[in-house]
């Protein structure tokens, strides 16, 4: 059995504690399954049936919406999971151009002064 941990009683989802093998036998305390995909290491699998557009909770709070049927067993990721975090599925950052104003006019730098010549030491007979 591959170790799950479902994090609040009403959760429909629980994480993934090693990474599972389509196939698997899953267990959380009286609930049994066995995995429809592979998943990996601290992703979400299904514990129930979420049908498209169903809510999915973790932490006993809604996370986000099936984007289509999620069969229980099944991987459970942004593949499968709208966001209720973000009013889009991806964020794009677009470069602004600012003009860049001096707080100061150009000043030209100053060289680094030159540093003493040590002097020189006698070798001792």
């Known amino acids: 059995m591959k170790r799950i941990?479902?994090?609040v009683a009403h959760d429909n989802?629980?994480?993934a504690f090693e990474a599972i093998q389509a196939g698997d036998a899953l267990r959380f305390e009286d609930q049994t399954l066995?995995?429809?995909d592979d998943i990996p290491f601290g992703h979400k699998v299904a514990m129930a049936d979420i049908p498209d557009r169903g809510t999915v909770f973790r932490?006993?709070?809604?996370i986000?919406?099936?984007l289509h049927d999620i069969p229980k067993g099944s991987h459970v990721h942004s593949h499968n999971l709208a966001t209720n975090f973000l009013d889009h599925q991806s964020h794009v950052v677009e470069p602004t151009p600012h003009a860049v104003e001096s707080a100061s006019p150009?000043?030209?730098p100053t060289p680094p002064a030159a540093e003493p010549t040590p002097p020189a030491v006698e070798p001792t007979p």
């Not at 932490?59 to 809604?62: D, K, L, Q, S, T």
Request: hydrophobic share 65%; aromatic share 6%; no cysteine.
């Open 5 to 7: 941990m479902k994090l």
């Open 106 to 108: 150009a000043v030209e």
């Open 64 to 66: 986000g919406h099936a």
């Open 59 to 62: 932490y006993g709070v809604p």
């Open 13 to 15: 989802i629980a994480i």
């Open 34 to 36: 066995v995995a429809l």
